[in-house]
């Protein structure tokens, strides 16, 4: 089992920048994918980004070119850089695990608010 915790997040002004950090409980080379999807009110949960497994990466089109993914391996944590953050980017943003037997765990949660 992976237990993802979650640590930053908060409110910021737009224009601001965030840094999100998610701690895996094994290593990251046991892993398949590590990533962060966020939730906004009445609307589904979206895919940000995420870092496959060698380290391609992905990313919505709405964050390309402000956000940032990125692994440190030694520490078993993915990073997730906001810059240029906007009011449309506020949303409870959740890391996503997802192991080599394809099963899928979810942090807690954490709350990113954009004041315009």
């Known amino acids: 089992q992976v237990l993802p915790v979650e640590s930053g997040g908060g409110l910021v002004q737009a224009g601001g920048s965030l840094r999100l950090s998610c701690a895996a409980s094994r290593s990251i080379f046991s892993i398949h994918a590590m990533g962060w999807y966020r939730q906004a009110p009445g609307k589904q949960r979206e895919l940000v980004a995420n870092i496959i497994r060698g380290g391609s990466t992905n990313y919505a089109s709405s964050v390309k070119g402000r956000f940032t993914i990125s692994a440190d391996n030694a520490k078993n944590t993915v990073y997730l850089q906001m810059n240029s953050l906007k009011p449309e980017d506020t949303a409870v943003y959740y890391c996503?695990?997802?192991?080599?037997?394809?099963?899928?765990?979810w942090g807690q949660g954490t709350q990113v608010t954009v004041s315009s």
């Open positions: 996503n695990v997802v192991d080599m037997g394809a099963r899928d765990y």
